[in-house]
């Protein structure tokens, strides 16, 4: 165990019943790691470290023996943390400039010795290209909690989401990958323990090669690794990948008076970013007390061990980093070549899975949209407020809503990044779900214990009737148009769509948009209550993306006419059937735009090298509030047939055939997409030339 600052550590054994059995002195120290054998230790032994060295936080100093502490490196980790006194390093009676005299293993759950070995089989990894990617979001207990399908005692575990049931559903829905919200082993925050709440999010980790043992079906004294990695091996087995959203830019002790459970008490200056005139205090960008010391070496390797881990010994396929600029931070900026990127880049582990930037943190300078290298993907922020804006009526035109709709090249293609480097969504966790977003205009986070005063004021005003629930059918109508409105731009974008789970089936918050404490029916996805008219909806659309190569381009537009057609590979319509003109750009108030993306020419080719050619689509979004007719644009042979229409989400009025000079109606806010088929003449030609 490294630590530059202490004075020896203690390696503490423990039976089953938390009894303490032995203590062992690492006796050995090289290159500032201490390290030992201990003889006869095997699987399922239940251990704790004891560091002695200075307690001076005025110099940044933590070290107290009294603290029992879990090693970073622990591969499981059993039991929970019991809040009070006992867990601080310091005296409840002074400041945090006194150590404490308490004894905190009583407190403290254990690390355990883990069998590595796993009956792998035949696991493959998907390799899901990202142009043909669509990621659902996930938390692991609240998806299967209130599953009837799954067994009672898997709900809520790792073991309930390889069920059958859940690997059904999720093929059934058409995603391609699953991202679990954190589970790295996390502890409940002491004011949330105190309002008898917990941290149902998870994103205060406190033991990064650990599963967190609440999902565990099992004892959680390391059967949590053997689950999760048959959860893996299940969903791999179901076509799905699975990405870990990981929080490497915070641990979950807190700021100079929080507990010390781990790395305060190893080696503070190592592990946390202090403030450089007053070491006593956490420099903090991620707003919740400490930030990691990424400039550190010894931080940056337990990072890239512990994802190397996670990718070598569970076989996850990639992984979203939750405020992933804190970690590009070296000095006060974000860095774009930080060593921690030049790390990941040059890895032959890391650099060949799935990495997703949230590209922002709270810090001075911190929002960095469109800014992470190659390589990565972005969560884009831009997108999702750019597509709610324009649903609402709210958007200043339709040059922005453009730009979302092939891929932010605005944001993505000045660097060589492809359209995938942009994760389009409306809704994660986050914030309020697909259906409170139109449901509600003011955040209800009553149950949170904060007075309503946490969670962003991320909405405004959707126009769909009253604030809250109703029963008044012509609100129900709009406020499901809409939401259908939303998920179906997402889908039908260029880049790498992402579905907040429960959106598709109608799951509702009661307007809470922060329930990152709320480990209860708020949270859960409710099986019983399914709309299965979105539900539906969703899954048609998902099929339809993956049906049409066009919307799942690996290059961006070009705007320009080709040899090969004779046609430019997207063609920007207006209501009346023409192009837009620079003036239409530039129309503020304009509330409809039509595009036609070209089938024929794009610009991929198939694994075997052959030139990748699909149907041509023809998108048309109408965002204002009064109906309208489309005119069909002239110079395409044959007619488009309508296949979509969010006013009629189950077609019940049929396809119809439409060609150049005919009007089609759209209803207020709604959202068409019709069809033009592959010229199999034409196709049939320019095969036989290649």
Known sequence: MYSASSDGVDVVLY???????ATYELQERTDLVWHGYVDQIGPGQRYGLRVHGPYDPLHGLRHNPRKLLLDPYAWAISGRFKHGPELYGYSFDGDDLDPSQLDSASSMPRSVVVDRSFPWGDDRRPDTAWADTVIYELHVKGFTKRNPDIPEELRGTYAGLAHPSSLEYLQQLGVT???LMPVHHFIDAGHLVDRGLVNYWGYD???YFSPESRYSAGRGNGDQVREFKAMVRALHGAGLEVILDVVYNHTGEGNHLGPTVSFRGIDNPSYYRLVEDEPRFYFDVTGTGNSLNVSSPITLQLITDSLRYWVTEMHVDGFRFDLAAALARQFYDVDRLSAFFDIIHQDPVLSRVKLVAEPWDVGEGGYHVGNFPVRWAEWNGAYRDTVRDFWRGEAGGVRDIANCLTGSSSLYQWDGRQPWASINFVTAHDGFTLRDLVTYNEKHNEANGEGNDDGANDNRSW???????TDDPHTIALRDRQRRNLIATVLLSQGCPMICGGDEIGRTQRGNNNAYC??????WLDW?????VMLRFVQRVVAFRREQPVLRRKRFFSGEATRRSGRKDIIWLLPNGEEFTDADWDNDGERSIGMILNGEEIPDRDPRGHRIVGDSLMILLH?????????MPSGWRGGWTLVMDT????????SSIHHAGDEIPMHPRSLLVLNHPIDTVREQGDSART
Do not use: F, K, L, M
């Open 647 to 654: 006013d009629d989400p189950e077609g019940h009025r049929g």
């Open 463 to 469: 126009n769909c009737g009253v604030e809250g629930e």
């Open 528 to 532: 019983t209550n399914v709309d299965e």
């Open 518 to 523: 709320q480990d209860n029916e708020i949270s």
């Open 205 to 207: 980790s406190i033991g």
């Open 15 to 21: 039976d089953d019943n938390g009894v303490e059995t």
């Open 623 to 631: 965002s204002g509030d009064v109906p309208i007719t489309w005119t």
């Open 177 to 179: 990958a699953v991202e």
